[in-house]
């Protein structure tokens, strides 16, 4: 897939994602519940957060794309997140996993583990989560020792390459890791977008309300282009954003607006380089 082939998919996915405002089902960090779905509205998507069992299950077979973040892990999540996985793989609907803090505590670790076998159609999370991811699932560029610090990474994104493209391997779908530079990967196809702003690691929700952008992109293109749209939106709408403030409250307000007002034209023109893995 050549650049000018990679733009036009991403015009054609934030053009469709406006035109059909399709619903997206979110199990995801109690603590950034309302930014997820503030961002999944304003680049056009329709948000329903849940945490129940039985209506994870519904949104799961109704929903054109589900996201699940296992941040702030409440008890029930214990039988809500691998029943919904389930229904998502046997189902063949698109699903983004987050690994927030991977490695911090055995309910966290079990759910990770038991989520290998379901397949993700993205995953979504900083370079120390995605080396720790692989780690888990025994694959290659992964390792047992997790660097992260609570939800931050320890690693550089280029750290994490062998690992992204292995988990992309495994699950068929792409892998997004956020960092200073952002790396996308299909396991075939590696994207590195630009921008961004250092404002974002100081608000609570950029990682986690990617995730669930990414999901509203899934519904309607390929698990990387998903990821490569909502990777340039966010590098896009941040470096926007920033010219604008004059600190972090004010930032996270101008970064919906711009995550709003941002063109499909703009957003595929956001500067990003692909290479072949």
């Not at 089902?25 to 069992?53: D, R």
């Not at 100081?202 to 990414?214: D, H, N």
């Not at 604008?244 to 703009?266: C, H, I, K, P, W």
Request: aromatic share 6%; proline share 4%.
């Amino acid at each position: 897939m050549t650049k000018e082939e990679i733009k036009d998919e991403i015009i054609q996915a934030v053009e469709t994602v406006r035109r059909r405002n399709p619903m997206v089902g979110s199990i995801t960090n109690t603590v950034t519940i309302n930014f997820v779905a503030n961002a999944q509205l304003a680049v056009g998507g329709s948000a329903a957060m849940v945490y129940l069992p039985d209506e994870g299950e519904f949104l799961a077979k109704a929903g054109g794309a589900t996201y699940i973040n296992v941040g702030t892990l409440l008890p029930i999540y214990e039988e809500t997140l691998p029943l919904v996985a389930k229904v998502l793989h046997e189902t063949g609907k698109p699903w983004v996993l987050d690994p927030v803090a991977i490695g911090v505590g055995s309910l966290r670790t079990q759910l990770l583990q038991r989520f290998k076998e379901y397949k993700p159609s993205v995953i979504r999370g900083n370079a120390s989560e995605i080396i720790a991811l692989a780690g888990l699932w025994e694959l290659d560029g992964g390792t047992a020792v997790s660097k992260v610090r609570g939800v931050d990474s320890t690693d550089s994104v280029h750290a994490a390459k062998a690992a992204a493209v292995s988990l992309a391997k495994w699950t068929g779908g792409a892998v997004a890791v956020s960092g200073e530079t952002d790396l996308v990967t299909d396991g075939s196809l590696m994207a590195f977008s630009y921008g961004g702003s250092g404002l974002m690691p100081k608000i609570t929700g950029t990682g986690c309300s990617l995730g669930g952008v990414v999901a509203v992109y899934a519904t309607v293109a390929s698990p990387f282009i998903a990821a490569l749209t909502a990777t340039a939106v966010y590098n896009l709408a941040g470096k926007r954003a920033e010219k604008q403030v004059n600190g972090t409250g004010s930032f996270q307000m101008r970064f919906l607006d711009e995550l709003y007002q941002a063109t499909a034209e703009e957003i595929a023109n956001n500067p990003f380089e692909i290479e072949e893995v």
